[in-house]
C-alpha cells in the first residue's frame, strides 16, 4: 500500500465509498445526503490543508484522509485528521497506515498536537484504532449524534500530544 497526496484525478475513486460511509449515517457529522460537489469541497482541502489517499499496487483508492489546522489563529497549533477507508478495505490495516501517515505529517508540518473532534462512541473500531495510536478521550458530548440504529449516542473528543 501506498500512501500519497489525493489529486483532482483521485475524486472519482474517493467518492464512491466516501458516500456510502456518509449516506449510512453512522460514523460521520455530515449531512447523510450531502451531493459530490459539497463533498469534494469539504474532502479535498486546500493548504494548509493536506488530503491523502492510500492505494494499492493496482491503483485502487483504499481509503483517504484529510489533515487541517484544528482552529485559526492561536489554535492553529493543534491539528485535526478524518479519516475514511473504503469498506471493501475494512481491516486491512488502512486506517492504522493512514492513522500512522497523518501523524508524521502533523509532525513534520509543526502541528504540536492532533485532536479528532467527533468519533462516534459506538465506533468502537475506530475508538480501539484511535486508543493504540496513542490518543485518549478528553471530552464527551453525551448524545451528540443521531446514530440510525443506535439512537442518540455519544460523541467523543480524542487527543494526543505529538
Same mark, same amino acid.
Given at each position: 500500500?501506498?500512501? %500519497? ?13 466516501? *458516500?456510502?460511509?456518509? &449516506? ?16 469534494? %469541497? ?11 489517499? &492510500? ?17 485559526? $489563529?492561536?489554535?492553529?497549533?493543534? =491539528? ?9 478495505? =475494512?481491516?486491512?490495516?488502512? $486506517? ?10 502533523? *509532525? ?22 484511535? %486508543? ?7 471530552? *464527551?458530548?453525551?448524545? $451528540?449524534?443521531?446514530?440510525? =440504529? ?13
Amino acid at each position: 500500500m501506498e500512501i %500519497r497526496e489525493a489529486s483532482a484525478d483521485d475524486w472519482p475513486l474517493i467518492w464512491p465509498f466516501l *458516500r456510502q460511509i456518509v &449516506a449510512a449515517g453512522e460514523t460521520y457529522t455530515w449531512p447523510r445526503d450531502v451531493d459530490e460537489e459539497q463533498a469534494r %469541497r469539504m474532502w479535498l482541502v486546500p493548504p494548509p490543508g493536506r488530503t491523502v489517499v &492510500a492505494v494499492d499496487p493496482d491503483g485502487v483508492v483504499l481509503g483517504s484522509a484529510k489533515l487541517t489546522p484544528n482552529q485559526a $489563529g492561536p489554535g492553529d497549533h493543534v =491539528a485535526n485528521a478524518s479519516f475514511m477507508v473504503a469498506p471493501d478495505a =475494512a481491516g486491512r490495516g488502512v $486506517g492504522r497506515a493512514l492513522g500512522a501517515h497523518l501523524l508524521d505529517l502533523a *509532525r513534520a508540518d509543526g502541528y504540536r498536537a492532533m485532536q479528532l473532534n467527533a468519533v462516534v462512541a459506538t465506533n468502537t473500531r475506530a475508538v480501539a484504532l484511535w %486508543r493504540s495510536l496513542g490518543f485518549e478521550v478528553v471530552g *464527551r458530548v453525551p448524545e $451528540g449524534f443521531r446514530h440510525p =440504529a443506535e439512537g442518540y449516542v455519544d460523541l467523543l473528543v480524542m487527543h494526543r500530544r505529538l
